[in-house]
């Protein structure tokens, strides 16, 4: 089974703290994804890569960094964090369409999540 | 952009009855995605949907693609409290760079027992 881990279930941080969230997938997928989850407003994707040291900008990347060193992990950077960045936090994998066993599959594979609170 | 619009926002249901959840896209539907989530945790991939007509089953859970493939509907019979959890849809959204999910804001679902 594909496994998305993901560094910590629960954060408490202070305002003004540099926090890195860490995502590691076990399946050697190419794509890896953020996400911030909020009541109300649904999964909103902060970041994306589909290829070690590549990165694109979701919806909403403002006050967010990313890096992808190595295929498997994806970490997500808040350099200042502020009590707005308080929110759940979704990592995700998939592979690219038509390659593997997934035929024209977009799946996304996602950890347990990251529930951050900025004080 | 693509906008999905998830309906209704919250259901309660008792044990036993059926209960249907819509995803309304603004745009054609190219793949559409349905998860579920337990409070707290992280995205279950339930079925995809591809083509329009498109009907798919696992247990008590059915999802269909209407033949426009504007909107999509999941359908569960008999529900049991087990099927508690946010309900999201996702759609294939393609970029330059890479394939995109646009997720909807999801249905929350509680069973009465």
């Known amino acids: 089974d594909v496994k998305v881990t993901q560094s910590s279930r629960y954060l408490v941080k202070r305002t003004g703290e540099k926090v890195f969230l860490e995502c590691v997938q076990d399946?050697?997928?190419?794509?890896m994804f953020w996400y911030r989850q909020d009541p109300g407003l649904g999964l909103r994707l902060i970041y994306f890569?589909?290829?070690?040291?590549?990165?694109e900008k979701g919806d909403i990347p403002e006050g967010y960094s990313v890096s992808r060193e190595k295929k498997e992990r994806f970490s997500l950077i808040l350099e200042s964090a502020s009590t707005n960045q308080t929110s759940m936090y979704l990592c995700?994998?998939?592979?690219?369409?038509?390659?593997?066993?997934?035929?024209?599959?977009?799946?996304?594979?996602f950890g347990p999540g990251t529930r951050l609170t900025v004080l | 952009s693509q906008e999905l619009e998830q309906s209704p926002q919250s259901l309660i249901v008792q044990e036993g009855k059926n209960l249907t959840i819509n995803c309304t896209s603004s745009k054609t539907l190219y793949g559409l995605y349905w998860y579920k989530q337990k409070y707290g945790e992280g995205l279950i991939f339930l079925m995809m949907?591809?083509?329009?007509?498109e009907e798919k089953s696992h247990e008590k859970i059915t999802a269909k693609l209407d033949e426009k493939k504007q909107q999509s509907s999941l359908h569960i019979t008999a529900s049991q409290p087990s099927h508690a959890g946010i309900y999201l849809c996702?759609?294939?959204?393609?970029?330059?760079?890479?394939?995109?999910?646009?997720f909807g804001t999801g249905t929350q679902l509680k069973v009465e027992l």
């Open positions: 890569s589909y290829d070690v040291k590549m990165k």
């Open positions: 996702g759609a294939d959204t393609f970029t330059g760079g890479g394939n995109k999910l646009t």
């Open positions: 949907l591809q083509k329009g007509g």
């Open positions: 399946m050697d997928h190419e794509n």
């Open positions: 995700a994998s998939s592979l690219v369409p038509g390659t593997g066993t997934q035929s024209s599959y977009n799946e996304q594979f």
